[in-house]
């Protein structure tokens, strides 16, 4: 059977593994993202050693932090390009590991691969429109339409558009260094740190700053669902890991919606529309294996 | 060549055609939308009436308002679903139309259909993944996405998520029954004239009334840009016409992204980006006609 590697790079760590699936994870690494050419270096010899312990891997998959080039006939695909991370702006990921490894790489945004995984292995087995959206650090989404993964023009950047705020109810301005109130602005977790004075996983369950992060993610549910009207929307990242955030975004995109939209997955199953990633910590790294199995 | 008949179905008038496309229109005539049994009626009346004149029709395509059921599966597949229009919920469209002409149908919504036509003979030729979008009497849109029209669980519906509202310099609470102020509550033609209290096309264009409006588009099209990244932005309907409205979009989608999405369609070709329809008036009869096309 084929055996493929996969790396999850993201800003603070790359997580490399080697396998076939979630079951059959035979090597895992994860490895700090200092410069390119460490952490490039580093992750290199890891796939390296792999191959002489496990025999040659099949293909390669990145699922990347960004923005990054996903456009095939571009002379920059492969690259991450105008991120504001030192030292990373222009790294050409894909050239970088197919050259040393020569073997086939597939490449896209980190929320595509985890995406991705969860259609191969998780929440949105059997589904050929949904969307993978991951509320942490940063706010992002990707997801499959019609059956493929969401580029167009260049890749989604579903933290950055503009939700309503009711300055008496949440006088906090945003923290977002472009838009200043957009979703990520509002609702990321460092967005969350800055409004209320202490780190999101610190605030009890029962401080109203979860009721606001509901309805902010409430707002931005609402809005990709009046866009694309996604089959299932996945639910990831460090915030999301407070479980009890999902009951309030179930209420809260039923009040926002209105029962407008009449389908029974939202007027009637809502708690199975939106639901949490099934792959876990290992999303990002298991959809980079399923980008290599894409390739 | 194959000869195919299109409807336009709105809620006050269908539209209805023989032809192969924008060059070659056959026949055409105009319906006005009174009970299903009077309207479809006539509209069957016509196409059997162009039949007999030029020749059996090779398929039918119906571009309709809605909401409607557009899966093939559903035993309701074709028809116009939940309406608030008297008397046409639960009209089976499509089986009307296949039972007494006994041709295939192709059955959309119709910004689904308009963004088809297009996609054939307009201003998204060449392009796997666009947003048609109408504002006029109501806000709708819909559009390719990965060379295959939107659809999902039911359909988009692109006038229906909140849009960040100031009540200091817009004090009108919206017009939509559902949700007040979202898009189409604040921006349909309708909302334009109970704001102002005078028709959308009275107001001249100095009226502050344009920048407004400018201003609520390029909110919800910067929110379709961040969710689904088009290659190009359609523009319809009769708020649309008036044309000095587009500058004013074109600027305030800048304004709101701030360059925060590296694209040269954004920071440098934006007038490219944003577009009118190219087929005009027909946009709708000429959707319909190329989703016969595509049955």
Redesign the interface.
């Known amino acids: 059977m084929a055996l493929w590697g996969g790396i999850e790079a993201g800003g603070t760590k790359f997580v490399c593994a080697v396998g076939t699936g979630p079951d059959d994870i035979r090597a895992m690494e994860r490895i700090p993202t200092t410069t390119p050419e460490a952490t490039i270096g580093e992750a290199l010899a890891f796939f390296q050693a792999q191959r002489r312990q496990l025999g040659p891997l099949s293909a390669l998959g990145i699922a990347s932090f960004g923005?990054v080039e996903l456009h095939p006939e571009s002379p920059k695909y492969g690259f991450i390009?105008?991120t504001a991370k030192p030292g990373w702006r222009d790294t050409d990921m894909l050239g970088a590991f197919r050259r040393a490894l020569d073997i086939p790489v597939g490449f896209d945004t980190d929320v595509n691969g985890a995406a991705l995984g969860e259609y191969h292995w998780g929440a949105a087995q059997g589904l050929d429109?949904f969307i993978y959206l991951t509320v942490g650090t940063g706010i992002g989404?990707g997801g499959l339409?019609?059956?493929?993964l969401?580029?167009?023009?260049?890749?989604?950047?579903?933290?950055?558009?503009?939700?309503?705020?009711d300055p008496r109810t949440d006088p906090f301005p945003g923290g977002c260094p472009?838009?200043g109130d957009c979703f990520e602005g509002l609702a990321s977790g460092p967005a969350m740190e800055k409004r209320w004075g202490q780190r999101a996983e610190s605030l009890p369950a029962e401080h109203p700053a979860w009721a606001l992060e509901a309805h902010y993610i409430a707002?931005a549910l609402?809005?990709?669902?009046?866009?694309?009207?996604?089959?299932r929307i996945i639910l990831g990242g460090g915030v999301m890991a407070q479980r009890h955030l999902f009951p309030l975004v179930h209420a809260g995109v039923r009040q926002?919606?209105?029962?407008?939209?009449?389908?029974p997955?939202l007027t009637e199953h809502i708690a199975s529309y939106i639901v949490p990633p099934t792959l876990g910590e290992r999303a990002g790294v298991l959809g980079a294996l399923a980008l290599a199995r894409a390739t």
Do not use: K
């Open positions: 923005p390009t105008s429109t989404g339409i019609n059956g493929r969401m580029h167009g023009m260049l890749h989604p950047e579903m933290g950055h558009f503009r939700l309503p705020r472009f838009h707002l609402s809005s990709y669902i009046c866009t694309v009207s996604p089959q926002v919606l209105n029962d407008y939209i009449q389908a997955a």
